[in-house]
């Protein structure tokens, strides 16, 4: 199948994440990051990440390849200056080498000299390829989406058809429809999604209608799944562009997963976002232009804090990676609290 033109003219992801060396393990990204999803002048989680990431893998030798990546967010990343990314390396054996990136951003301070403020930490690890003793992994939890591939129209469909069914049927308007494309046009500019229509982001539109009850309803929240099939809309040419990229892809959706799942959205919160993440990578060479299926839970919430998972599979079953996120959820001003 021919890939459909991206709607908007945005950069590529390999634009968005790309970096320059500018010292010693110091590198810029080459544009600012961007925002998705977000109505404030806010980046996208993903993007710092996949810049972090990035720059940590254009400091090892070639034969190791990505497996882990520990974040931990500190503040918001502004849309309008470069990302700074500072790589110290921790460890370099024959098997394994551990980066530190301090992702940070010149702030204006009225002076002239401005200020640096750090955004987020990683710690990226890399190892080469051993001799293995098992090969296994856990499939897709809703079943054989996998074999069906992501073109079966009875199974998945794409945003824009999700979108027109729910405006038809009179669970949104199309207005309402309007202003979530544009809130989601840079993501949909990078990537193809064919949403798995058994799941609940498949059939709320990512909770846009609120209120629809969902084939979940009789499920604990724990037990519902969202998945849809994605691929990158131009092929990566590094490696380290690839992993990049898998960062960016991976930080989507997880942190407002619950009001989704659980008939909210935006007004029933204060905050909603990442504060620390685990990205496990479980098979080197990944091609971001090819079909994978991500599925995404919820574990578990409380105190203010939401803990969720994002599975990835490409279309032969392996499993690629895992993403695992801690959130902080705040209740809105007068909104009832769950106990």
Known sequence: MERSPPPTPNPTVAEQIAVDQTGPDTFTSRIPPARLG?????AYGGCTAGIAVH????TVPPAFHLYSVLGAFHGPTRIDRALVCSVTRTRSTK???TRRVVAAQVLDDGAGAGTERVCADFFVDFHVCEEELFRYEAGPSMGGEVGRGPMDGEWTAGMGEVADRLVRDGHVSAEAVRGSRLM???AESYYETRMCTAGVSGQNLMGLAKDLKTTQEDRHITDRTSAEWVRMRTKLATEAENCGALAFLMDGALSFLPLNLD???FADVSACSTLDFALRVMRPG?????WHIRERKTIAAAVGRSYAESRLWNERGDMICVMTQSCIVRPAPGREVKL
């Open 55 to 58: 720059s940590a893998c254009l």
């Open 184 to 186: 989601v046009a840079m």
């Open 38 to 42: 977000n109505a404030r002048p806010i």
């Open 286 to 290: 990944i091609d971001m232009s090819e």
């Open 95 to 97: 098997t394994f080498q």
């Open 263 to 265: 008939h909210k959205d």
